[in-house]
């Protein structure tokens, strides 16, 4: 995991030392983007899982954009009950980018959305007796979302660019004997693809 870091880090600081050239052929408005990526998440109660992530992106504006982002769970670290049996997440939202039509792209965004959740829970046998329990699992449950995020993109070569996110999820998992609190921070990056094939057409 820290050689990949290691080569994410190179990659950005590459890219990012081309971007300083201000490559004049990123146009945000009309372009489309979209990443995938190995996701890890860090939960509040002090779980940690594994998604993958994918994001589609179409700049509506040069500052505003229109985002979809689907987190698919992979697993879960399972020392703690109740145990997360499933965590497949979906937000769309909103993301304000602070610059221009500038190589390194800064934004913020909003996205609400929704996760489709199981849990593994410790149930009582025998009221008298709480100590006797069995495993069960919880019904699956879609429970409303919302989320902050935070990132940026490094437009440096005509295709491809280089995207880093980070995430924070709030909201409870609803089918179990208690709530379960999803309340998690997720961090993605990787390679992405772009294109902008309306401007293309003007000229």
């Known amino acids: 995991m820290k050689r990949i870091i290691i080569l994410i880090l190179a990659i950005a ?10 490559n004049p052929k990123v146009k945000y408005h009309h372009m489309i983007r979209n990443g995938l990526s190995f996701a890890p998440g860090f939960m509040i109660n002090g779980m940690s899982n594994v998604y993958i992530s994918g994001v589609l992106e179409y ?26 049996k499933m965590n497949h997440q979906l937000y769309t939202g909103v993301q304000y980018h602070l610059l221009k039509d500038r190589a390194f792209d800064p934004y913020i965004g909003l996205e609400p959305g929704f996760a489709l959740t199981q849990t593994n ?9 709480p100590l006797i329990v069995e495993e069960r699992e919880s019904n699956i449950s879609a429970n409303p979302m919302i989320s902050l995020d935070a990132g940026f993109n490094i437009y ?7 995207f880093v996110n980070v995430r924070y999820a ?18 993605s990056f990787g390679l992405g693809l772009n294109a902008n094939f309306w401007n293309k057409k003007k000229k």
């Open 121 to 129: 829970n410790l149930y009582p046998l025998d009221i008298e007796n």
């Open 59 to 84: 700049y509506i504006a040069d500052h505003v954009s229109i985002s979809s982002t689907a987190y698919y769970f992979l697993n879960s670290r399972k020392e703690a009950m109740p145990e997360l």
């Open 13 to 22: 600081a590459t890219m990012f030392a081309f971007a300083q050239n201000d």
């Open 170 to 187: 709030a909201g409870k998992h609803l089918g179990g004997p208690t709530a379960y609190n999803l309340g998690e921070f997720t961090t």
């Open 156 to 162: 440096a070569v005509k295709f491809f660019h280089l």
